[in-house]
C-alpha cells in the first residue's frame, strides 16, 4: 500500500520560504509521477508542480520561479522549495502519486490515485 506523508508547513511572513518534504513508501518502482497540489479554503485543488520519473518537471504559472520540486528517489522523498512566498499561496498542500501513467505527468488531481493528508501552509501580508 503506498503511502505519502507530508511536513515542513508552517505559517510565515510574506517574501519567506518554506520547504516542504513528502515521505513516500509502499511501491516497488517509483511512481512515473509525482506532484504536490494545494487547495485554498473555498476553491479547488489545483495543481501546484509535478515532476516525472526521470526528473523533469512541470508548473502553474502562478509559481514558475518561485516553487521549485524535487525528488530524492534514493529517500523516497519529494521536496517542494517555495520560496518569495504570497499572501495567495496560502493553502494546504499535499503530496501526490500515480504509479503507471503515460505521457505527460498531468496536473489535473484526478489522475492521482495516492495522496498525503496534507500540510498547511500560511503566508501572512
Known amino acids: 500500500q503506498v503511502q505519502l506523508v507530508e511536513s515542513g508547513g508552517g505559517s510565515v511572513q510574506a517574501g519567506g520560504s518554506l520547504r516542504l518534504s513528502c515521505a513516500a513508501s509502499?511501491?516497488?518502482?517509483?511512481?512515473?509521477?509525482m506532484a504536490w497540489f494545494r487547495q485554498a479554503a473555498g476553491k479547488e485543488r489545483e495543481g501546484v508542480a509535478v515532476?516525472?520519473?526521470?526528473?523533469?518537471?512541470s508548473y502553474a504559472d502562478s509559481v514558475k520561479g518561485r516553487f521549485t520540486i524535487s525528488k530524492d528517489n534514493a529517500k523516497n522523498a519529494l521536496y517542494l522549495q517555495m520560496n518569495s512566498l504570497k499572501p495567495e499561496d496560502t493553502a494546504m498542500y499535499y503530496c501526490a502519486a500515480v504509479l503507471v501513467f503515460r505521457g505527460y505527468c498531468p496536473s489535473e488531481p484526478s489522475k492521482y490515485n495516492y495522496w498525503g493528508q496534507g500540510t498547511q501552509v500560511t503566508v501572512s501580508s
Open positions: 515532476i516525472n520519473r526521470a526528473g523533469s518537471s
Open positions: 509502499g511501491y516497488t518502482y517509483p511512481p512515473n509521477c
